[in-house]
């Protein structure tokens, strides 16, 4: 079983419409769900609300996995660019090994982040770097 396949039980979470959010252990982790993969601003808008409410305004490390992910628009990647500062330490993106380039680059604009940002293709390596890095969110 992997990392994101169970939300620990009492673990602070929430389902939008096309994802699942949880706090395990001082991480954020969030999985897109298969039925819609695709993310617009409102759905970005809500989420980042729901953060800053589960972490009570510290910064903490996210681990997202985005192999579902199909599509998120230019104005909900300039969101998360903006708003990634006021609520994350570190992220790490778990995508499928085929997409590592293009959603470095095009795709989410790693290089624009002020967060430190890493792509992975191994959900426990991904882990591994939130978790290293969850005492820079003190």
């Not at 252990?25 to 409410?53: C, R, S, W, Y």
């Not at 330490?89 to 499928?96: G, L, Q, R």
Request: net charge negative; hydrophobic share 45%; aromatic share 10%.
């Amino acid at each position: 079983m992997g990392r994101f396949d169970e939300i620990p039980g009492g673990a602070p979470s929430f389902r939008a419409h096309n994802a699942m959010f949880w706090l395990d252990d001082g991480i954020m982790l969030g999985k897109h769900l298969p039925h819609e993969p695709n993310v617009t601003l409102e759905d970005v808008i809500e989420a980042f609300q729901k953060f800053k409410g589960m972490t009570g305004g510290e910064l903490v490390p996210f681990v997202v996995d985005a192999r579902g992910l199909a599509r998120l628009g230019y104005d909900a990647r300039a969101y998360i660019r903006a708003s990634s500062p006021e609520v994350f330490s570190h992220i790490a993106i778990v995508v499928k090994p085929e997409l590592i380039r293009l959603l470095s680059h095009a795709f989410i604009g790693v290089s624009g982040m002020e967060v430190p940002v890493q792509l992975f293709t191994d959900e426990e390596e991904a882990w591994s770097f939130a978790t290293a890095h969850r005492s820079d969110a003190a």
